[in-house]
């Protein structure tokens, strides 16, 4: 079986630092995504991309850029972390439309 | 757009008790419909889901009817527990293949012992 892992698991940042959040597949699936999920709130997408390379935004991407270099790999990039910001990021995958979601456990972010 | 509408904000209940949360979509099609759970801690995994109309999809206990009349894909359970203690989300994958789930905002189960 395969899995996906987000690191690190909790990430402290200051406020006006640039964060980055990595998340790593080995299901070999072409599509990835981060989400955003504030206490209380549903999934809101960021960023997408379809294959290595690619990248799509999503509804929530004004703060953030992101990185697909490898197929593996996706990463998040909080460009000016905000206090109102403090959420779990959420890193998911796919192989091919209309399949299953795989989601990694999240990275919790404290901007102090 | 497309959309999922679910029952909003927590749901409180005891041991042995019937849950029903509501889940009603609007897309194009035969979207394809799932349920999630999210256990504290964790991301969310899916539960089931089904692709056409009057499939049911069920995992746990937990079983759901895909109902294009009524655009519906509700979650039940005859009888939950504490540990079914989590958030549930419905979701949908449009037909067209589209590379983007569209997400319910959530629903807390909150099961008391």
């Known amino acids: 079986g395969g899995i996906i892992t987000q690191t690190p698991k909790f990430l402290i940042g200051q406020e006006g630092q640039k964060l980055t959040l990595k998340c790593q597949q080995n299901?070999?699936?072409?599509?990835m995504y981060w989400y955003r999920q504030d206490s209380g709130k549903g999934l809101r997408l960021i960023y997408y991309?379809?294959?290595?390379?690619?990248?799509q935004k999503g509804d929530l991407s004004e703060g953030y850029d992101a990185s697909r270099e490898k197929k593996s790999s996706f990463s998040l990039t909080v460009t000016s972390a905000q206090k109102n910001e403090m959420a779990v990021f959420l890193c998911?995958?796919?192989?091919?439309?209309?399949?299953?979601?795989?989601f990694g456990s999240g990275t919790r972010l404290l901007v102090i | 757009g497309d959309s999922v509408t679910q029952t909003e904000g927590q749901v409180a209940l005891s041991e042995e008790d019937f849950l029903t949360i509501h889940c009603n979509y609007s897309?194009?099609?035969?979207?394809?419909l799932f349920w999630y759970v999210q256990y504290p801690g964790e991301g969310p995994q899916l539960l089931f889901r089904?692709?056409?109309?009057?499939e049911k999809g069920s995992s746990r206990g937990f079983e759901a009817t895909y109902d294009k009349g009524t655009t519906s894909f509700h979650l039940r359970k005859a009888s939950v527990q504490e540990s079914d203690s989590a958030v549930y989300y419905c979701?949908?994958?449009?037909?067209?293949?589209?590379?983007?789930?569209?997400f319910g905002a959530g629903t807390r189960l909150k099961v008391i012992a």
């Open positions: 998911a995958s796919r192989g091919f439309a209309n399949s299953d979601y795989t």
């Open positions: 299901f070999n699936h072409d599509t």
């Open positions: 991309s379809i294959t290595e390379n690619d990248l």
């Open positions: 897309a194009s099609g035969y979207p394809t």
């Open positions: 089904a692709s056409r109309d009057k």
């Open positions: 979701a949908l994958s449009p037909y067209t293949g589209n590379y983007k789930y569209v």
